[in-house]
């Protein structure tokens, strides 16, 4: 639409279906890099894709052409697609359904990038569990225990 101006920072969280620890690193660099493809496909820009052994983390900058819905299932189910191709792990690979949508200001996305590419670090002393609530805290959401991630401990 002519004389429209956005600038919309948004990270996004899911997880491996029933929270396995799949996401092996013969593989992780590459499924990160094929979803930073799918996002440019999309008319996205990637600012940063990365994740843990059961968890991925996708910052981009969202042209509001699609919805965040829209280009989460499509993020998820062409990377999902993309792993079970490839057999990158034994059985059907699956991401848990729903994900985590949270948006930043442009002097935030510096911070948001380094946090997200500082992943294996940061989950050396935190779980996947204890981020995501947390960040659930930080933005205020309400959220019922019944419908977030499956966490095992």
């Given at each position: ?38 996002l440019k496909g999309l008319g996205q820009f990637p600012l940063a894709v990365n994740g843990h052994k059961d968890h991925v ?97």
């Amino acid at each position: 639409m002519a004389n429209t101006y956005t600038q919309l920072n948004v990270q996004t969280v899911f997880a491996v279906k029933g929270r396995n620890n799949i996401l092996s690193l013969n593989f992780r660099k590459e499924l990160f890099k094929y979803i930073s493809g799918i996002l440019k496909g999309l008319g996205q820009f990637p600012l940063a894709v990365n994740g843990h052994k059961d968890h991925v983390h996708v910052f981009f900058e969202m042209n509001p052409i699609s919805s965040l819905s829209d280009i989460m299932e499509k993020v998820k189910a062409n990377s999902s697609k993309w792993i079970n191709e490839n057999r990158f792990v034994q059985g059907k690979f699956e991401w848990q359904r729903g994900y985590g949508g949270f948006t930043y200001s442009r002097s935030q996305r510096n911070d948001v990038i380094q946090y997200i590419m500082n992943q294996e670090k940061h989950h050396g002393s935190k779980s996947f569990k204890e981020e995501y609530l947390e960040m659930l805290k930080k933005f205020e959401i309400e959220y019922d225990e019944r419908y977030i991630f499956e966490f095992y401990e």
